[in-house]
Structure formats: C-alpha cells, structure tokens
C-alpha cells in the first residue's frame, strides 16, 4: 500500500470516531437535534465502504 494510500485511512480512521462522538454530544444535550443529526450521520457507512475499497485496491 502506498504511503498516501495509509495516511488517508489513519485519517479517517482519526477522524470517524470523533465525529461520532461529537454527534452522540450534540444529541445527549440537545435532543432536538436527534432526527436531524441522524440524516448527517448516514454518511458513517459510505465512509466505512470507501475505506473498505481502499483497502481492497491496496
């Protein structure tokens, strides 16, 4: 695998569970915001299928 190629997956990988964690933040305090921050958070399985082609294309 390229040193490109393992930059960009440490990076989402540093990046993914932040932005979940700050989703899980934002809805714990502001319940309001569940059914929105949900539909933002739909883009969690594309990412986890983009890392899985780039693994596979290694």
Do not use: D, E, I, K
Not at 17 to 29: D, E, I, S, W
Not at 35 to 55: D, E, I, N, R, S
């Amino acid at each position: 695998m390229s040193t490109l190629a393992l930059l960009v997956v440490l990076l989402l990988a540093l990046v993914l569970p932040l932005y979940l964690g700050a989703l899980g933040y934002v809805v714990l305090r502001h319940p309001r915001f569940a059914q929105p921050l949900t539909v933002c958070g739909t883009w969690a399985p594309t990412l986890v299928a983009l890392l899985a082609l780039v693994v596979a294309l290694r």
